[in-house]
């Protein structure tokens, strides 16, 4: 007996509304991000699961490759994202400490 | 090939067998060593740093540009690895790609190393 | 990777090898020679990018299948080098007025104009979310590049959190699209969504994630809110090229994507763009309509441009000529909106903030040059012959009527005659207004007047004859006829 592909593409949904509804909800400039990580990462569960299932029907690999090439690209891109981000809210918080978005909002109309 | 709840049965051992190691042992240095409890003992660390404040205090950032920098050459490990598995398969033109793309890093970390990013205050 | 490989990318090769060399350059050289040097390497290279790669080139693939390079990756190529060029020609006085590192700012732009040329080569799902993502998390940075000015901060972090957002909204939709068709390529894809149809949840699923990803990035109302704070508070040259690069590339996707990949559910998602095209002109004209400031005002005015290009692409069955209005409008959209923000550098004012509109009064008088080149670029947005941002709107309406979006055609002329007052509220605030006694001092910008005289010209000579441009328009939009 093997874990369904459905089992996996439910755990990823959950996972992504989960990140979503705390990006919307959430007023933390950190925890935000991580609620986006937490979204890319149930992309790559789906991918993986995604995968799986389209190597099985492929013949040979027991993966197919262009989706578990996909998950590496994501990996990275979500390192690069977070750096960067970090180091916006850090530069951010240097000028006026607080990283509540609702706090930071100085432009009107 | 063991059936797939098998496996799941070994995790679950393993987890019982590791617990039940780790509890056993330390249930029994209670019971047999002798225990004669004073201040100095009782401390977090008995002869280092007195512990001040919560550990939810507040770090320097300048530890956060090393962590980052961290962070973004720890992630070019990831191409690293199906990279050195395929090595001999790849020949020379796949040490040459992988030598342009570690260059093109190297390139970032000496402009962070000449910005002065890198100086410990 | 073979050298043919290679020798495929090779424009895209030259820009980052110039982003490298930019980096080593400023490392290196002290402050003097790094002023003068540093522009000149960017321009000098992203010059030989555009001439290192074919104009007209028969679809060719490379890298196993992950790159394309046809007529429409030549047009963008071409498009992204001119506005890093005219970006980086605005930029060095501002730069180093407001003491913003200039070495970083040049390679930051250059990164960002790689990734949204990797996105007009790409024919796989894993292509363009690199290159997406290549083009936009430099743009943060661009944004958030003013350390030390709140409105940069703040403008950085929205833009952050909000285009991290929908790159994750984009990823999901792609995994989805993976899931159900077990490819990654956009031919794969396509067959898959052919033979399947709008039948069943999954597909509806990755439609409604990847369209709202994309209108995230184009800023499309209503997934717009981040654009004028975004704009407004970015330091003025980043502005004029966050305001028009990524809103090219995310049309390039959006058109490599919907049509080259989703095309067979045109019927169903066209309809979809033509009611998002109107709410997103409409709604950017309006609010624009009440900003004092014009840096806001052009930054609604830019959402308000998105909606005339997206209807565009809703009209897609009306055939190449769709295709084509969209990139001749994306072309002309990027050099006006750039032009005209570039023009708010004149005004040297505290921090990233644009001027209000009376600090403009009397701003012919002062800078005459650069009065009438934001002229230029105002009329030319408005859509007033001869300009380039006429043509646009012309060749624009054509396919819309043709596709049968009477409605939307009317739409559009309502909102030009719209826009028409803001615009030249502008032109008439410059040319008919005394001077105030406290109107902000001017820079002292000779390359930003040479840029922006050469936009300017531009500007007016496609605008009276833009045969060739639209006819290089049309040969870049062949691929998505079907």
Same mark, same amino acid.
């Given at each position: 007996m093997t874990v369904p592909l459905g089992a996996f593409i439910a755990v990823s949904a959950v996972l992504f509304f989960l990140g979503a509804a705390g990006v919307l909800i959430r007023r933390n400039a950190v925890v935000i991000l991580m609620c986006v990580e937490l979204m890319l990462n149930a992309s790559n569960l789906a991918l993986v699961a995604f995968s799986r299932r389209a190597g099985q029907l492929g013949a040979g690999n027991p993966l197919d490759q262009r989706g578990s090439v996909f998950v590496v690209f994501v990996f990275v891109i979500a390192a690069a994202e977070v750096a960067v981000g970090l180091a916006i809210i850090l530069a951010a918080y240097r000028n006026r400490p607080t990283v509540n978005v609702d706090e930071i909002h100085e432009m009107k109309g | 090939m063991p059936d797939y709840n098998l496996s799941y049965f070994y995790v679950f051992a393993f987890f019982l067998v590791g617990a039940g190691f780790v509890t056993g042992l330390l249930g029994l240095s209670r019971f047999i060593a002798p225990r004669k409890p004073s201040i100095e003992k009782s401390r977090t660390y008995e002869s280092g740093e007195e512990p001040v404040g919560q550990a939810?205090?507040?770090?320097?950032?300048? &530890?956060?540009? &090393?962590?980052?920098? &961290?962070?973004? &050459?720890?992630?070019?490990?990831?191409f690293l690895f199906p990279w050195a598995v395929l090595f001999r398969s790849l020949g020379w033109s796949g040490l040459i790609e992988m030598a342009v793309f570690i260059l093109i890093l190297v390139v970032g970390l000496f402009y962070a190393w000449r910005k002065q990013v890198l100086r410990w205050y | 990777m073979s050298l043919d490989d290679l020798n495929t990318v090779l424009p895209e090769v030259v820009v980052t090898a110039t982003a490298c060399l930019v980096l080593l350059a400023d490392a290196i050289l002290d402050r003097k020679l790094a002023r003068f040097w540093l522009p000149l390497l960017v321009v000098l290279g992203l010059i030989s990018a555009i001439f290192s790669g074919p104009i007209t080139v028969a679809s060719h693939t490379a890298f196993g299948g992950f790159v394309v390079v046809d007529t429409f990756t030549a047009f963008f190529r071409v498009l992204f080098c001119i506005l890093a060029i005219f970006a980086t020609i605005v930029a060095p006085e501002y730069l180093e007025r407001r003491a913003i590192p200039a070495g970083a700012f040049y390679a930051t732009i250059l990164f960002s104009t790689v990734g949204a040329m990797t996105i007009a080569l790409a024919t796989d799902l894993i292509t363009i979310f690199v290159g997406l993502e290549l083009m936009t998390i430099p743009i943060y940075v661009l944004a958030g590049m003013a350390r030390r000015d709140r409105y940069s901060n703040e403008a950085g972090l929205k833009y952050f959190l909000l285009g991290a957002f929908s790159s994750a909204m984009l990823l999901y939709g792609f995994a989805w699209l993976y899931g159900l068709s077990g490819t990654t390529t956009f031919v794969g894809i396509a067959e898959a969504v052919a033979k399947g149809g709008l039948t069943d949840g999954a597909t509806l699923v990755a439609l409604a994630l990847v369209t709202v990803g994309l209108a995230f990035k184009a800023a499309v109302v209503p997934f717009h809110q981040w654009t004028p704070d975004a704009y407004d508070g970015a330091p003025t040259p980043a502005t004029a090229f966050m305001s028009v690069a990524p809103k090219a590339a995310a049309f390039a996707a959006i058109l490599r994507i919907m049509i080259g990949s989703l095309g067979p559910l045109g019927l169903d998602w066209s309809a979809v763009f033509a009611i998002l095209a109107a709410i997103t002109m409409t709604g950017g004209n309006v609010v624009a309509l009440v900003q004092g400031n014009v840096k806001r005002m052009l930054a609604y005015s830019s959402i308000a441009h998105t909606g005339y290009i997206l209807a565009g692409v809703a009209a897609y069955q009306a055939g190449a000529s769709a295709s084509a209005a969209v990139l001749f409008y994306v072309f002309a959209y990027g050099i006006m909106n750039l032009g005209a923000f570039a023009c708010l550098i004149y005004l040297d004012l505290d921090g990233t903030r644009g001027a209000s509109l009376d600090e403009l009064n009397g701003f012919a008088r002062r800078q005459p040059a650069g009065a009438l080149a934001f002229a230029v670029f105002l009329i030319s *947005?408005?859509? #007033?012959?001869?300009?380039?941002? !006429?043509?646009?709107?012309? !060749?624009? /309406?054509?396919?819309? *009527?043709?596709?049968?979006?009477?409605? /939307?055609?009317?739409? #559009?002329?309502? @909102?030009?005659? *719209?826009?028409? !007052?803001?615009?030249?509220?502008?032109?008439?605030?410059?040319?008919?207004?005394?001077?105030?006694? @406290?109107?902000?001092?001017? *820079?002292?910008?000779?390359? /930003?007047?040479a840029g922006l005289g050469i936009a300017g010209l531009a500007v007016v000579v496609?605008? #009276?004859?833009?045969?060739?441009?639209?006819?290089?328009? /049309?040969?870049?939009?062949?691929p998505f006829v079907r």
């Open positions: - | 939810w205090g507040r770090y320097p950032s300048h &530890f956060y540009i &090393f962590a980052l920098l &961290f962070v973004v &050459f720890d992630v070019e490990v990831i | *947005l408005t859509g #007033i012959p001869p300009t380039i941002g !006429f043509v646009a709107k012309v !060749f624009i /309406l054509q396919p819309v *009527l043709d596709a049968g979006l009477v409605w /939307l055609a009317v739409a #559009i002329a309502l @909102n030009a005659a *719209l826009a028409a !007052f803001y615009y030249l509220r502008v032109v008439v605030h410059m040319y008919m207004y005394d001077v105030d006694a @406290n109107a902000p001092r001017l *820079l002292r910008t000779d390359l /930003l007047s496609i605008g #009276i004859v833009p045969d060739g441009l639209y006819r290089w328009a /049309l040969q870049a939009a062949a």
